[in-house]
């Protein structure tokens, strides 16, 4: 039950809303609605971004026009294959996307919270470098999780995104799982695991450490005060379970600002890893080749510069910022809308 009460106590206002608070039903309810919403919108840039990344690679057949950059990308999508274009692979990547996401954060929020209990510690308790560890780590450990279920419908995905529109090899759904697995056997399907793991493990311990360290930053300079804009009233909500309590009601504009700083922090650092990740799980090799994580990087590099390790990082920007503002500031409604 979500009540909000005027802020009495700096005790009370600093409890911040921990998965003992929330019920299990109603968060997952409420974060599969969620997710599902914003990847529709941004979906159509991740497919440019998978195009984008692989093209001008050697070893994967590209049967699309070339693109100078996103907004070329967008356009030529449309013209080639129309509005349907834009969500190839949606629905397969969809199912996976949504299955690893309530791994990822009910296995996060449960890791935080043990962390900050054994250490005997709440945020407002713990340094700046002790919160980035805890939240870094439950971020890095909670995606190892997610990726377990995440990469088979990732390469699946991928190779519906960038194979030729007018001869398509791979039907999305069941079809493309099939055909990877007659083609390359169980291990293709997790072609790229270990690169993926290579990627988004640190990605997402940064993501979480930069927001949990941004928004403790952010609280402390009074952002509404700097911003002129006007003081909230109410800063408490009640849970209602054994032991009826209150918890912290955030400031989305705190949220907001975060999730710009993590997105764009995570996201430049890690983009040479997502290349490299792109181009090992949708090449073709050859028999006999050995082709690994640093193969893949070192191979780019020579031919193409190092430049190309930054190949997408611009619709990367655009898909993870816009995202991790908006995704974060309603998944943080969410875990207010769970509380008992």
Request: positive net charge; aromatic residues 12%; hydrophobic residues 35%.
């Amino acid at each position: 039950m979500v009540d909000t009460k005027q802020d009495t106590t700096q005790n009370v206002v600093g409890k911040r809303i921990q998965w003992d608070d929330l019920d299990p039903k109603k968060y997952y309810f409420f974060n599969g609605l969620l997710g599902g919403s914003i990847d529709l919108m941004m979906y159509p840039l991740d497919v440019i971004r998978t195009r984008l990344q692989v093209q001008g690679s050697i070893s994967i057949q590209q049967k699309f026009p070339h693109y100078t950059g996103t907004f070329d990308g967008l356009k030529k999508l449309y013209t080639n294959e129309g509005f349907k274009g834009y969500y190839k692979g949606f629905l397969t990547s969809e199912v996976g996307y949504l299955s690893s996401r309530a791994i990822y954060f009910g296995t996060y929020e449960v890791l935080k919270q043990s962390f900050q209990k054994f250490t005997n510690q709440s945020h407002l308790d713990e340094s700046s470098e002790q919160l980035f560890m805890i939240t870094t780590i439950s971020g890095g450990i909670a995606e190892m999780f997610a990726t377990l279920i995440w990469v088979p419908f990732d390469v699946a995905t991928q190779t519906v995104q960038i194979q030729d529109p007018k001869n398509p090899e791979y039907r999305p759904g069941l079809h493309v799982f099939k055909k990877i697995y007659q083609e390359r056997g169980f291990t293709g399907l997790y072609r790229g695991f270990g690169a993926t793991m290579i990627k988004n493990v640190p990605f997402s311990g940064i993501w979480w450490g930069t927001y949990e360290l941004t928004k403790k930053k952010v609280e402390q300079l009074n952002i509404r005060e700097k911003l002129n804009i006007r003081e909230r009233t109410n800063k408490t909500l009640s849970v209602s379970d054994g032991k009826p309590h209150q918890v912290q009601d955030e400031d989305p504009i705190t949220h907001l600002i975060s999730g710009f700083a993590a997105a764009v922090i995570s996201t430049t650092i890690t983009n040479p890893l997502d290349v490299a990740k792109t181009r090992l799980q949708t090449g073709t090799f050859e028999k006999g080749q050995k082709v690994n994580f640093i193969s893949v990087i070192k191979d780019t590099v020579r031919k193409e510069g190092v430049r190309a390790l930054w190949k997408g990082l611009v619709p990367s920007l655009l898909t993870s910022t816009p995202y991790s503002m908006m995704s974060i500031i309603l998944y943080e409604e969410v875990k207010k809308l769970s509380l008992k």
